[in-house]
């Protein structure tokens, strides 16, 4: 599987497997899209990097709960 982030600030680079690392030089928010790409076919998913509140939100809303997941950074 190859993974790719499109749309990260300056500051954020991702490692190209499965890390974003960086430090925030503004404040603000950034749409970034995630992508993969297996043997099945590829999938795309649309996020935010908010550095004013620091995590990384994902919409990969579940059709039947509309739940959303929110993974914070460390």
């Known amino acids: 599987m190859t993974v790719s ?10 490692d190209g497997v499965d890390t974003l ?7 603000g928010s950034w749409t970034i ?7 099945g076919g590829v999938a795309s ?13 994902v919409d990969n809303r579940d059709p ?3 739940k959303k997941g929110t993974w914070p950074v460390s």
């Open 64 to 66: 039947n709960t509309q």
């Open 33 to 39: 899209q995630v992508t993969a790409t297996n043997a």
């Open 45 to 57: 998913q649309d996020g935010r990097v908010d550095s004013r509140n620091p995590c990384i939100i």
């Open 5 to 14: 982030v499109t749309g990260l600030p300056g500051w954020l680079a991702f």
């Open 21 to 27: 690392t960086g430090t925030s030089t503004v404040q």
